[in-house]
């Protein structure tokens, strides 16, 4: 099939469209890249129809030395990073242009879009006047790829793919010219897109025959044939002289007609693999490559992306998100060729190429088990193998990570059935139960929680974790169910983790919207490693909490989880950011993690707040080209860092699970229906999720929900609806069950409104609160300038509009100010002009907060600024707000006046009254050291790592 035909079948691109940008600096990870895989390579195109980078792994992979920072070291290492591969990279920019008759033509104008066809194709479209270009970068998946529910080690694709150009004449006179495809020389091999290229050789091969372009490394190979064309050797260029590489072929177009043009790229570790990769390439046209890839992806898919009925923009949008995500994650992965896998991105690509994060790997690849349980074995021995750190003299370095392989394990099991698999490969088990040994030697003898140092890279805010043992109490449940479905005794850890889920009690603790979970515990053993027993925290990189329901842990409507999350979303919470509706990195400040506005919404059963969270979050961390990130930094500035995969596979997770409401339980035949999402019809026709295949149809409509549902098995299931009352029903093999149930009934709360309301009640002067927040600030350089972001909110619980605000921030004479524009991250600080800074805010609504950011210049030798005490005192819930300084680390600050301060006026008008506040926060230059010692009091540790 031709991409002129997939785009006139599929119609229109979605929700994820890009227009051309063109992006000179940066890291890989954060252009604008519509990103393809095939488990053995990974590619980008960008927004200008370049296939930007096609990346290899190395045959192996190794396990890195954890908290190994010296930066003059060769290897360096975070708390998280557990193995490394040496990921080979060609960074070619590969690019096609016509030099027609009429004139030079590129693949890209300022009127392109760029997307992805039928969900998987990177495709970037151009139309001058009566010729219509489409590009697209393709690795082609084998036929034994498909989704079988059995384990092989089968490698998905050759390790190579294909570079296209359709070009359709629509007018009535043949086109004339000629193709020339570019690319840049060099191969990289390394692990941080930071770091210089490697100067890599670059050859042609000796045959005058094979029209290849060769460039080589000691480490990689590649060969690039563009079908038709003479390489640049042909025209005898020297490759010494050069450094972008051409081919160029005669084009002719007759009216009327489409016609496509290939590029083949392949990439090898000896000379002898790249011809035996472009042999397999060469086995089938790049039609029939395209067509089993459409098969592929349409039997992935067909659970994942249901018909919706006349979808809303935001539903719509969210079912399409759903299928990026997996996309994203599958890219994540890629084996050897032996068919096992050695790399586990972070983000595909990432800022570190083949870098593993432990605490990735769960959400990661369950999102993957889902539809591909054939990867299943093959992620269980990969996880085993890197779930423990090297050199660490922690003993409970990162409980998280290390219940990775029983989660997934638990996981396969589930989803499979598959009990034969685990008797088969006996090691794996074996593996199992070390790890489970080593979780009860962590165990204190008078509690049953488990402690924990780290997550990632950051570690736990307390010893005793709230998240980490959710998610423990989840790992000895699914391991119980292995055991049992062993014929081995699973009792221990079945009572283990119920006592665990019990015992979450005692992280309970006095909040503003009731009783809630405190976020962990250090049970006395308090130590200057973890933060202070009275200030309650939520990590932004904690998604483990807001799993809870979906787990099955604690139920939606626990008080203590429910008053949690809400908490999360206050200023109560130290990283709160109610800029942009995210949560910091520590609890002290750090960037705003993607993974918080997945946690805010798959923490709810609400619609009403689902809804508003996806928004959230599509505005402020999802890219253009349909990606979540990990540090966005504003809406202008989302690409930061690289994609999260542990984000999107948990957000997957609950789409599936309970948006959906489709969970299976093969182990047991059994399929649980229960949505609680944003959905209320559906239909999927012939979908597969684990080993399960049906068809399903449901509506709701208010307390009721009638479904539709076939089974596709050669066996029968029993069908579990959820509603007043479980229904069971016993549904034969092919037989089709429909029925009515009363269903729960649909929550409405304006959750903002009740959080601004306690703020202002808690924290203003009739029912309005004007305070500063956070500690530290965010710093940034540009334009010669070194600035600190002041930030400031003003919360309305009032019961009217606040309008026709006035503001006026002073700070001491001889800096400069300048507003920060909402939700944006400036680029531009030429704007700080002075001391004083003056503007308006048209309005602010009753049950709603507005934030002020203003960007505070530096001088020289100042390097970090934080505000204290917390904001809004959690321990005693006195109304009022702390009075806070300014701190400002400074050599020599003896020569600095004391008696400076910032000053925020508000003029406002309410119910036709003029109304003002005022706020002052004292500024204090201290040295470092003293500097050093306030702040570490505030929180009883600054230790980020």
Same mark, same amino acid.
């Given at each position: 099939?031709?991409?002129?035909?997939?785009?006139?079948?599929?119609?229109?691109?979605?929700?994820?469209?890009?227009?051309?940008?063109?992006?000179?600096?940066?890291?890989?990870?954060?252009?604008?890249?519509?990103?393809?895989?095939?488990?053995?390579?990974?590619?980008?195109?960008?927004?200008?129809?370049?296939?930007?980078?096609?990346?290899?792994?190395?045959?192996?992979?190794?396990?890195?030395?954890?908290?190994?920072?010296?930066?003059?070291?060769?290897?360096?290492?975070?708390?998280?990073?557990?193995?490394?591969?040496?990921?080979?990279?060609?960074?070619?920019?590969?690019?096609?242009?016509?030099?027609?008759?009429?004139?030079?033509?590129?693949?890209?104008?300022?009127?392109?879009?760029?997307?992805?066809?039928?969900?998987?194709?990177?495709?970037?479209?151009?139309?001058?006047?009566?010729?219509?270009?489409?590009?697209?970068?393709?690795?082609?998946?084998?036929?034994?790829?498909?989704?079988?529910?059995?384990?092989?080690?089968?490698?998905?694709?050759?390790?190579?793919?294909?570079?296209?150009?359709?070009?359709?004449?629509?007018?009535?006179?043949?086109?004339?010219?000629?193709?020339?495809?570019?690319?840049?020389?060099?191969?990289?091999?390394?692990?941080?897109?930071?770091?210089?290229?490697?100067?890599?050789?670059?050859?042609?091969?000796?045959?005058?025959?094979?029209?290849?372009?060769?460039?080589?490394?000691?480490?990689?190979?590649?060969?690039?044939?563009?079908?038709?064309?003479?390489?640049?050797?042909?025209?005898?260029?020297?490759?010494?002289?050069?450094?972008?590489?051409?081919?160029?072929?005669?084009?002719?177009?007759?009216?009327?007609?489409?016609?496509?043009?290939?590029?083949?790229?392949?990439?090898?570790?000896?000379?002898?693999?790249?011809?035996?990769?472009?042999?397999?390439?060469?086995?089938?046209?790049?039609?029939?490559?395209?067509?089993?890839?459409?098969?592929?992806?349409?039997?992935?898919?067909?659970?994942?992306?249901?018909?919706?009925?006349?979808?809303?923009?935001?539903?719509?949008?969210?079912?399409?998100?759903?299928?990026?995500?997996?996309?994203?994650?599958?890219?994540?992965?890629?084996?050897?060729?032996?068919?096992?896998?050695?790399?586990?991105?972070?983000?595909?690509?990432?800022?570190?190429?083949?870098?593993?994060?432990?605490?990735?790997?769960?959400?990661?690849?369950?999102?993957?088990?889902?539809?591909?349980?054939?990867?299943?074995?093959?992620?269980?021995?990969?996880?085993?193998?890197?779930?423990?750190?090297?050199?660490?003299?922690?003993?409970?370095?990162?409980?998280?990570?290390?219940?990775?392989?029983?989660?997934?394990?638990?996981?396969?099991?589930?989803?499979?059935?598959?009990?034969?698999?685990?008797?088969?490969?006996?090691?794996?088990?074996?593996?199992?139960?070390?790890?489970?040994?080593?979780?009860?030697?962590?165990?204190?003898?008078?509690?049953?929680?488990?402690?924990?140092?780290?997550?990632?890279?950051?570690?736990?805010?307390?010893?005793?974790?709230?998240?980490?043992?959710?998610?423990?109490?989840?790992?000895?449940?699914?391991?119980?169910?292995?055991?049992?479905?062993?014929?081995?005794?699973?009792?221990?850890?079945?009572?283990?983790?119920?006592?665990?889920?019990?015992?979450?009690?005692?992280?309970?603790?006095?909040?503003?919207?009731?009783?809630?979970?405190?976020?962990?515990?250090?049970?006395?053993?308090?130590?200057?490693?973890?933060?202070?027993?009275?200030?309650?925290?939520?990590?932004?990189?904690?998604?483990?909490?807001?799993?809870?329901?979906?787990?099955?842990?604690?139920?939606?409507?626990?008080?203590?989880?429910?008053?949690?999350?809400?908490?999360?979303?206050?200023?109560?919470?130290?990283?709160?950011?109610?800029?942009?509706?995210?949560?910091?990195?520590?609890?002290?400040?750090?960037?705003?993690?993607?993974?918080?506005?997945?946690?805010?919404?798959?923490?709810?059963?609400?619609?009403?707040?689902?809804?508003?969270?996806?928004?959230?979050?599509?505005?402020?961390?999802?890219?253009?080209?349909?990606?979540?990130?990990?540090?966005?930094?504003?809406?202008?500035?989302?690409?930061?860092?690289?994609?999260?995969?542990?984000?999107?596979?948990?957000?997957?997770?609950?789409?599936?699970?309970?948006?959906?409401?489709?969970?299976?339980?093969?182990?047991?035949?059994?399929?649980?229906?229960?949505?609680?999402?944003?959905?209320?019809?559906?239909?999927?026709?012939?979908?597969?999720?684990?080993?399960?295949?049906?068809?399903?149809?449901?509506?709701?409509?208010?307390?009721?929900?009638?479904?539709?549902?076939?089974?596709?098995?050669?066996?029968?299931?029993?069908?579990?609806?959820?509603?007043?009352?479980?229904?069971?029903?016993?549904?034969?093999?092919?037989?089709?069950?429909?029925?009515?149930?009363?269903?729960?009934?649909?929550?409405?709360?304006?959750?903002?409104?009740?959080?601004?309301?306690?703020?202002?009640?808690?924290?203003?002067? &009739?029912?309005?609160?004007?305070? @500063?927040?956070?500690? =530290? /600030?965010?710093? %940034?350089? !540009?334009?010669?300038?070194?600035?600190? $972001?002041?930030?400031?909110?003003?919360?309305?619980?009032?019961?009217?509009?606040?309008?026709?605000?006035?503001?006026?921030?002073?700070?001491?004479?001889?800096?400069?100010?300048?507003?920060?524009?909402?939700?944006?991250?400036?680029?531009?600080?030429?704007?700080?002009?002075?001391?004083?800074?003056?503007?308006?805010?048209?309005?602010?609504?009753?049950?709603?907060?507005?934030?002020?950011?203003?960007?505070?210049?530096?001088?020289?030798?100042?390097?970090?600024?934080?505000?204290?005490?917390?904001?809004?005192?959690?321990?005693?819930?006195?109304?009022?707000?702390?009075?806070?300084?300014?701190?400002?680390?400074?050599?020599?600050?003896? &020569?600095?006046?004391?008696?400076? @301060?910032?000053?925020? =006026? /508000?003029?406002? %008008?309410? !119910?036709?009254?003029?109304?003002?506040? $005022?706020?002052?926060?004292?500024?204090?230059?201290?040295?470092?050291?003293?500097?050093?010692?306030?702040?570490?009091?505030?929180?009883?540790?600054?230790?980020?790592?």
């Amino acid at each position: 099939m031709e991409l002129c035909e997939m785009y006139l079948k599929s119609g229109l691109p979605g929700y994820f469209v890009s227009a051309p940008t063109e992006e000179k600096e940066g890291m890989i990870s954060e252009r604008l890249l519509y990103t393809q895989a095939n488990g053995r390579v990974l590619l980008g195109q960008d927004t200008l129809g370049r296939l930007h980078f096609i990346s290899l792994p190395s045959e192996y992979d190794y396990p890195l030395p954890v908290n190994h920072t010296d930066a003059s070291r060769h290897l360096v290492a975070g708390a998280g990073m557990y193995r490394q591969n040496d990921c080979g990279l060609l960074p070619g920019r590969f690019s096609y242009s016509l030099e027609l008759e009429s004139g030079h033509r590129e693949m890209a104008d300022e009127n392109s879009l760029s997307f992805y066809q039928n969900d998987f194709l990177p495709v970037t479209r151009t139309v001058y006047g009566d010729l219509e270009l489409m590009v697209s970068s393709f690795a082609p998946v084998n036929e034994n790829a498909f989704p079988t529910g059995e384990d092989d080690n089968s490698v998905w694709g050759p390790s190579g793919c294909f570079y296209t150009l359709s070009a359709y004449n629509r007018s009535k006179k043949s086109v004339r010219g000629r193709l020339v495809l570019k690319l840049q020389n060099g191969l990289l091999i390394g692990r941080e897109d930071r770091r210089q290229p490697d100067k890599a050789a670059a050859m042609h091969c000796d045959g005058t025959g094979e029209h290849l372009i060769w460039l080589a490394h000691p480490e990689l190979y590649a060969a690039i044939e563009m079908c038709g064309g003479r390489t640049a050797e042909d025209f005898g260029e020297s490759p010494d002289e050069i450094k972008e590489r051409r081919c160029e072929a005669a084009f002719e177009l007759e009216p009327g007609v489409s016609k496509e043009f290939h590029t083949f790229i392949v990439l090898g570790h000896s000379p002898g693999e790249c011809r035996e990769q472009l042999a397999q390439l060469y086995a089938k046209t790049v039609g029939q490559w395209r067509e089993i890839a459409l098969a592929f992806w349409d039997t992935a898919l067909s659970a994942v992306r249901p018909k919706l009925p006349e979808p809303a923009k935001l539903t719509g949008k969210t079912a399409e998100f759903a299928v990026r995500c997996l996309i994203d994650n599958f890219n994540c992965i890629q084996t050897n060729r032996a068919g096992e896998i050695i790399v586990h991105w972070q983000g595909a690509p990432a800022h570190y190429r083949g870098r593993m994060w432990g605490i990735d790997m769960e959400p990661t690849m369950v999102s993957l088990l889902f539809v591909f349980p054939q990867l299943g074995g093959r992620m269980i021995r990969y996880a085993l193998k890197g779930c423990l750190p090297m050199g660490s003299t922690y003993p409970d370095h990162s409980v998280p990570i290390m219940l990775a392989p029983i989660i997934l394990a638990g996981k396969y099991l589930e989803l499979t059935g598959d009990v034969a698999w685990f008797r088969k490969y006996s090691e794996v088990c074996c593996g199992l139960k070390r790890l489970y040994r080593k979780l009860r030697e962590l165990k204190p003898q008078d509690s049953c929680l488990l402690p924990s140092r780290y997550s990632s890279d950051g570690k736990v805010n307390r010893r005793y974790d709230f998240g980490v043992n959710v998610k423990a109490a989840y790992a000895l449940s699914l391991y119980a169910k292995l055991l049992h479905a062993l014929g081995e005794e699973g009792g221990e850890a079945q009572i283990w983790g119920e006592e665990i889920r019990s015992s979450l009690q005692v992280m309970a603790v006095k909040g503003p919207f009731g009783p809630q979970i405190s976020g962990g515990t250090n049970l006395g053993e308090q130590s200057d490693f973890y933060i202070k027993e009275d200030i309650p925290y939520y990590d932004g990189e904690d998604t483990a909490s807001a799993m809870a329901g979906v787990y099955g842990i604690l139920p939606y409507n626990n008080n203590l989880w429910e008053n949690y999350r809400i908490f999360a979303q206050s200023l109560w919470l130290t990283n709160y950011e109610p800029e942009t509706g995210g949560i910091r990195w520590y609890p002290w400040g750090g960037n705003v993690d993607g993974t918080s506005y997945v946690s805010r919404i798959i923490s709810t059963r609400q619609k009403k707040e689902q809804l508003e969270g996806l928004d959230c979050m599509f505005s402020c961390a999802v890219a253009e080209n349909g990606s979540l990130y990990w540090w966005p930094m504003g809406t202008d500035h989302v690409r930061k860092a690289t994609r999260c995969s542990q984000g999107q596979g948990f957000f997957l997770w609950n789409y599936l699970e309970s948006w959906l409401g489709i969970r299976v339980d093969a182990a047991k035949r059994c399929m649980y229906l229960k949505p609680c999402g944003i959905y209320d019809n559906i239909r999927i026709t012939d979908g597969q999720l684990g080993a399960f295949r049906f068809s399903l149809e449901y509506d709701r409509n208010g307390s009721t929900l009638s479904f539709r549902f076939q089974n596709l098995l050669s066996y029968e299931i029993m069908l579990m609806i959820a509603g007043e009352h479980e229904t069971s029903i016993p549904v034969p093999s092919k037989e089709t069950v429909e029925g009515t149930v009363k269903s729960f009934p649909e929550a409405c709360e304006d959750l903002q409104r009740k959080i601004v309301y306690k703020e202002a009640e808690l924290a203003g002067i &009739e029912g309005v609160a004007l305070t @500063s927040y956070g500690n =530290r /600030l965010s710093i %940034r350089e !540009n334009c010669g300038y070194c600035c600190a $972001q002041l930030p400031f909110v003003l919360c309305n619980g009032s019961g009217a509009a606040l309008e026709e605000i006035r503001y006026e921030l002073s700070v001491p004479s001889g800096r400069k100010i300048m507003k920060k524009q909402e939700s944006l991250w400036d680029d531009n600080f030429s704007f700080l002009k002075s001391s004083l800074q003056t503007g308006h805010i048209k309005s602010v609504l009753d049950g709603r907060r507005q934030t002020l950011h203003f960007w505070m210049e530096l001088l020289p030798g100042e390097k970090e600024v934080w505000i204290t005490p917390i904001a809004l005192s959690f321990c005693s819930m006195e109304k009022g707000i702390a009075e806070r300084t300014v701190h400002i680390c400074k050599y020599g600050c003896h &020569e600095y006046h004391l008696e400076e @301060s910032v000053c925020l =006026r /508000l003029i406002w %008008r309410q !119910n036709g009254q003029e109304m003002q506040r $005022q706020l002052i926060l004292p500024i204090r230059y201290d040295e470092p050291k003293e500097y050093k010692r306030i702040t570490r009091e505030v929180f009883g540790t600054l230790e980020e790592a």
